[in-house]
């Protein structure tokens, strides 16, 4: 909040549908949705249904479950380069375990990784990274060999001996930017010519901007896919998958370790096939009509960019227009490098009023 000249964070009550009310009984439109999970909304009450009812059978166990295999199938079908999947707690997680796999399955160290990108807060990452290091202007170290986004021939030059290129194939973490055209299947060429596998961090874009995420929707496929928000329906769960050849490298079946007593929770799974199994075409055509709503709104004021159901308004004095907003009743992201995000429960009337306040702001 300090980002945008603010001092206190808004402390939440309760949410439903598009709105979230805060401790003092103010109601906002909530375009941060939990910084993206939440695509069906606040309270959706499928999927707490499906959470109490999983809760009163027991929170967790320590041993497989039949809702874990019933997941993975979920996303196994979902996400076209995925044939085997490891459930964790957190994108951190899962970034950082894809990374470690990476460097097993070639037995290189470098890796590279673009400005702006972030891929969770493990210490490989850190550096140049977007969210909430750039907003804090925090300096941090890291690893990788870190070039511009979009920018193929600084990855030619980096990527000799590298064990992988770490990518958010739809930038979202230094606003939403798309990729260029021929950036994705560029850095796939330039990986099979290498030998680096290409890994894309799918935690924002997985089941958001496709149902197969990025990739199904730009048609290039990954070695590698990190998942979050969306895959765990709200809930703490994340996940990384790719062929059975590289998977099969996992502890305890090869050398990669890899444990978490919380991951794949009776929960958080049955958040997450409350939502994956919902998520069908008629939902994403429903979700890109809001998004065409919200372009021809919002685009006038500044740079809107929108790649399915996440965008972002670049402004001048995103600060001055935060504020504006939230004294209305609108709650934007409190960084310029985070993304909005839409649900099916953000209707025409959420739309024209987050439209008309931005449009007063410009008056």
Wanted: charged letters at 25%; proline letters at 5%; one cysteine or more.
């Amino acid at each position: 909040m300090k980002a945008v000249g603010l001092e206190e964070p808004i402390f939440a009550a309760r949410g439903e549908g598009a709105y979230l009310e805060d401790v003092e009984g103010r109601r906002y439109i909530d375009w941060v949705l939990s910084w993206g999970p939440l695509i069906f909304g606040h309270a959706d009450p499928e999927t707490v249904e499906a959470v109490i009812a999983a809760a009163s059978e027991g929170t967790t166990f320590g041993t497989a479950t039949e809702r874990e295999v019933e997941l993975a199938e979920e996303i196994v079908d979902a996400v076209p380069s995925v044939e085997m999947v490891r459930l964790v707690s957190s994108g951190t997680e899962a970034a950082m375990t894809a990374l470690r796999l990476a460097r097993a399955a070639t037995g290189r160290q470098p890796f590279v990784r673009f400005v702006g990108g972030y891929h969770g807060h493990a210490d490989p990452f850190l550096s140049e990274a977007g969210s909430g290091v750039r907003t804090l202007g925090i300096q941090a170290t890291g690893e990788g060999r870190v070039v511009p986004y979009n920018d193929l021939d600084a990855v030619e030059e980096a990527i000799e001996g590298a064990a992988c290129v770490f990518v958010e194939p739809v930038a979202g973490n230094m606003g939403v930017v798309p990729p260029a055209d021929g950036f994705l299947e560029g850095l796939r060429r330039l990986c099979y010519a290498s030998g680096a596998l290409l890994v894309f961090d799918e935690v924002i874009t997985g089941f958001r901007v496709a149902r197969g995420g990025a990739q199904e929707r730009y048609g290039v496929l990954p070695d590698l896919t990190v998942l979050g928000k969306i895959v765990g329906g709200g809930l703490p769960l994340a996940a990384f998958g790719g062929p059975a050849e590289l998977m099969e490298r996992l502890a305890p079946a090869g050398d990669v370790y890899q444990a978490g007593t919380l991951s794949g929770n009776p929960l958080a799974t049955a958040a997450g096939l409350s939502v994956l199994r919902r998520l069908t075409p008629e939902v994403y055509e429903q979700l890109e009509r809001k998004g065409r709503r919200l372009d021809a709104g919002l685009g006038p004021f500044g740079r809107f960019e929108r790649v399915g159901a996440m965008a972002t308004l670049f402004v001048d004095d995103y600060p001055a227009l935060f504020r504006h907003l939230l004294e209305r009743g609108v709650y934007f992201a409190p960084s310029q490098n985070e993304a909005m995000f839409l649900s099916t429960a953000h209707g025409d009337e959420e739309i024209d009023r987050t439209v008309d306040a931005v449009a007063e702001f410009f008056s």
